[in-house]
Each structure stands twice: as C-alpha cells, then as structure tokens.
C-alpha cells in the first residue's frame, strides 16, 4: 500500500509548552490508522498539524510522497484530506444535501450561475444522494430533511458522507462514536471500514479501545508529545496498548 500522508519530525511549541516533540506518523491507501493517547499526549496537536489547523514550528509533511506545506484547512482540503470534528461542524437548520455541500456550493450552469448567481439545487442534491448511497447509508431515507432532526448517529453519518465526498486521499475522523449509543456506533465504525474498502487513507483518534481494535490494522500512541509506538491489533492487546499509553510497559 501506498503511503498516502506523512510526517517526519515535526515539532510544535506553545511557549514553553511542548506539543509535538519529533513526531513521526504516516498512513496508507487503504487502511485505517488510529491514534490513541492519554489528554495531553499530543494527538490533537498532531491531527491539526496534518490538516492545516496548525503549523509545526520544524519538520516535514508529505502527501502521496511529494512535500506540501499547510497553512490553514483549506490547503490540505485541496490535497485530498478531509477531517470530520468531534463537533461535527453541521448547519441544524439546513437540509442534508446542503450541509454535503456546506462551503463548496455549486452554481447553475450558463447565465444563472455566473451572471444571477443561481445555486444548482438539483444538481446538488443529485449528488448528494449518489454520495450517501456509495457509501451504503441506509439510515438517511431523506436528503431534503433538516439535520437538526436527526439523531446523533445520522448526523454523523452526514459528516462522514461529506468527508468522502471530498476527500480524494485521506479522511481524519475524531472521535466519531463519543456520545453515540451502541447501535449508532457500529453504523459509524461501518462507514469507515467502507471508507478503507474505498481505498481511502483513514486516520482515527478516539479514546475506545474496544473501537479502535475493532477497525484499526495499525495504531499509533503518543505518549507526553512523542509517538510512544506503532502497534497491531494482531500483535498486541487492548491492555497492551493502554499500558504502553500510560507508560506502564515499554513498546
């Protein structure tokens, strides 16, 4: 598998406060990737920095092998890498197929478009239901509802069915299943492994071990801002990889 986003090195600093310390991650075409850790391990600093939220003070980011630089979402937008936050970031008060398209509208064709500047509805939602339905999503029925009356599953859903709507290289999902039930989870935890049946790169930070042995063919811990190690669900248990979290054993 091709390595379709990496890091080499990269160092952040607040102050005296140390984010990153020299970290190295990359992940594939085609496989999932979770990165765990403790609060204050670095993780988010890590994922902002690979997104264009944040930029590291040295090192080197890569995608598909040639050297980019990030200086805000729009840039790694632009390179294929798309994140879904913890907060979703949904208008409540828009339809489904709006909220697809949230920030990326598209104009009618000819003069509407360009002179009346005329969305193209139709063909917005066209796409949007292409989008859901590539993606296997059986619990959204209709694309014209408002996503403010949806359950938190569903919402999620539209997030993730955004991301891969655009994302052409990697998708970064945080924290995809906080707050969801058991049965909403393992429709999100399903979506991303159609993401990796795809071929799309998947990074996954979450705090549930259970989920993150379930979906992840490798994880990445960070430990008190370095990469602590990178494990297999095949080669280590979710005790293993708490203990080398927490610094309770060596990788």
Not at 23 to 42: F, K, Q, S, T
Not at 101 to 130: F, I, V
Not at 131 to 143: E, F, P, S, Y
Request: glycine share 10%.
């Amino acid at each position: 598998m091709s390595v379709a986003l990496e890091g080499r090195d990269l160092v952040k600093r607040f102050g005296r406060v140390v984010g990153l310390d020299g970290v190295d991650i990359d992940v594939r075409a085609g496989e999932v990737l979770a990165v765990i850790g403790d609060n204050g391990a670095g993780k988010s600093t890590l994922i902002k920095c690979l997104t264009g939220a944040l930029v590291p003070d040295s090192g080197t980011i890569a995608v598909a092998g040639k050297p980019v630089t990030f200086r805000r979402p729009s840039d790694a937008q632009a390179a294929g890498i798309e994140t879904v936050y913890q907060t979703l970031a949904v208008a409540p008060a828009l339809d489904i197929a709006a909220n697809l398209y949230l920030g990326r509208e598209q104009r009618r064709p000819g003069l509407l478009g360009s002179a009346l500047r005329m969305l193209d509805k139709r063909g917005m939602r066209a796409r949007a239901e292409e989008a859901v339905r590539n993606l296997g999503i059986d619990t959204i029925q209709n694309l014209g509802q408002a996503v403010e009356s949806l359950s938190g599953g569903q919402r999620q859903a539209v997030a993730v069915a955004r991301a891969a709507a655009f994302g052409s290289r990697v998708v970064v999902l945080d924290e995809p299943t906080a707050a969801l039930g058991v049965k909403e989870s393992n429709q999100v935890l399903a979506l991303v492994e159609r993401l990796r049946e795809r071929g799309l790169a998947v990074i996954l930070i979450s705090h549930n071990m259970p989920h993150v042995w379930q979906v992840a063919d490798r994880i990445h811990i960070q430990r008190l801002a370095r990469r602590a190690a990178v494990i297999t669900p095949a080669t280590h248990t979710m005790s293993d990889g708490v203990a080398i979290m927490t610094g309770a054993a060596a990788a």
